[in-house]
DNA sequence: TTGTACGCGTTATCAT
DNA sequence: ATGATAACGCGTACAA
């Protein structure tokens, strides 16, 4: 069950060192033998004992994927998976393993994350904590253990990844205004978390730097759901004037506030015109197909993965980066 | 940077084996000495190291998720999101880890599993691999490697755990039944998945029981996708004489349906009535609601992660569940 | 009931 | 350039 290194090397008429040597690359092995072993371990599928490697080296070649489950059931759309596949293959690429640390409590996360940590399972940690305030972060800038945060996080000593929101959100609003929209309404996300603060801030940005007014009653916050972007809009349309365009800081609150238009008897984008954010699969199928901002997710996730080992491996300063996004004109 | 068993033994004044054995649950420890020594653990926070442990039991307490990337993509319903809760819930209650084998193309699944397997890195996998003709799963069973599967695989030697697809399609049609409809078509998916063959059955039986004619010319083959459902449905729109109801195999394909149906400028429910498959968030929302199936899917992870630990753990024999499913009846 | 000693498969240090 | 040999941290016969 399984080669060994002393069968590979007996295999090569070598020492255990060697083939160690020959595995690792290390300089000091004569070519003719080098090659000698390698067809070997070629011939016959050796591979290394994780375990053992593991505990030789202190480290066990496997980065954790944090995912508080409040998150995970908020998006409906392929965040997660996309995200995943791009951390997966870029983990591979690089020798890594990923596994998963989902919860559902700060309780079990706790746990979890001590069990994680303390038995050195994990080399590193990211963590996609949308929200800002996750005791999290702290503990593990605390316990100085190398991680990267999807999305934004204010303390400089943590690593991050982001799309940019405010530039995509600036770009989905200054859109409705070269449409000729004046009265422009927001539905935010959760107001603690980055992406809702950003989205909000591009959405401000574009209206002063077109001059409109800001008028705080067409700002609502919502909570990324569907459902909450139908009430959010039902809020929208009571008020006097009301407005004629809304940028709904999610597809999803995007296609609540679409029904709760619709709901009231409004033709859109007639009388009323929504763009959205993220771009999920259904906005193209829309009736009318949406206006929305695209994040290069999986771009998103193997830098996430690709900025954790460098931390891990080379002890990197931490890094921010933000990648830009693109507008997604359709019909509305 | 972390105790070992022997700094717990020496704190505890015992010896490393003792220490050990408390750890283990062994039961020849005398009781106040192994509530002392549990004392000194709980107190500094000490967690095995993993990799030692794995090393000396030959066991990675690791399981692995494989999902072929065709499949992920497939899904834009929750699915997966909802498996993997489901697992790693079940995996952390019984001390295990749950890692990601995500890959795209045959050749890359092939390097990736080798690598796992033979690093030793994982003690079983569970296959959410939808194709029965995957060369996966004759693959492990020839290896002998512990391993369930996600979807049902007519080879005995595999276990596995499945969603009643054939009794959800029919539960599915004789809806339509009893709700008068006589001419009713079945848009399927590709039929070398196991799903698409099961609930084609199931729209087969209902109609067998109720007497209904099977007229070849209102089975069309989709793929699961809105896009697909589309089209199938242009097809069944053609038919004389028409289909009064359309059983969709899938919500995503069921859409797709409705969508065809407006565009020929049918009233849904009225000229048209369309049923789905898999309960997705936006089928409630859709104008009118979807009727559709619901899958116990948090429990099918689950249930997946037991069956492979008792595998694992106990050699267990393969095992087949088919969990039962659940018609929801909304507006069409 | 408790402790000693060896093995798990690898890396790394030190001779040669 | 190569080969012994000592860790790495834990489990477990075996001895006491």
Not at 158 to 172: E, K, L, Y
Not at 231 to 259: C, E, H, I, N, Y
């Amino acid at each position: 069950m399984g080669y060994t290194l002393e069968d590979i090397a007996r295999m090569a008429g070598v020492s255990r060192s060697t083939v160690s040597r020959v595995l690792n690359n290390h300089p000091n092995v004569r070519p003719e033998v080098r090659e000698r072993v390698w067809e070997v371990i070629r011939r016959v599928g050796y591979q290394p004992h994780a375990a053992a490697r593991s505990l030789a080296t202190r480290r066990s070649q496997v980065l954790g994927l944090v995912i508080p489950e409040a998150v995970s059931t908020l998006f409906t759309d392929p965040f997660f998976p996309e995200l995943i596949r791009g951390m997966t293959d870029a983990c591979y690429a690089r020798g890594y393993l990923l596994t998963l640390a989902l919860f559902q409590s700060p309780e079990q996360g706790r746990r979890l994350l001590h069990r994680l940590l303390s038995s050195h399972a994990v080399d590193g940690l990211i963590v996609a904590s949308a929200r800002l305030n996750d005791p999290l972060i702290p503990r593990l800038l605390e316990d100085g253990f190398p991680f990267v945060s999807i999305g934004r996080h204010p303390d400089p000593r943590v690593s991050f990844v982001d799309a940019d929101n405010v530039a995509g959100a600036r770009m989905a609003v200054e859109y409705l205004i070269r449409r000729g929209h004046t009265r422009i309404a927001t539905i935010t996300g959760p107001m603690d978390m980055a992406a809702a603060q950003d989205r909000l801030e591009g959405y401000r940005q574009a209206l002063r730097a077109r001059g409109l007014p800001l008028d705080r009653r067409y700002i609502v916050e919502g909570d990324f759901t569907q459902e909450g972007g139908r009430a959010a809009m039902q809020q929208l349309l009571g008020l006097q004037p009301r407005p004629t365009a809304v940028f709904a800081a999610s597809d999803a609150m995007a296609m609540g506030a679409l029904k709760a238009a619709r709901e009231a008897g409004l033709r859109v984008p007639g009388e009323v015109t929504v763009v959205g954010f993220d771009d999920i699969p259904q906005a193209a199928y829309l009736e009318p197909p949406l206006t929305t901002v695209r994040q290069p997710i999986v771009r998103m996730g193997a830098l996430a993965v690709q900025l954790l080992v460098e931390q891990v491996e080379r002890g990197a300063q931490p890094q921010r980066v933000v990648l830009p996004v693109e507008l997604v004109v359709r019909g509305t």
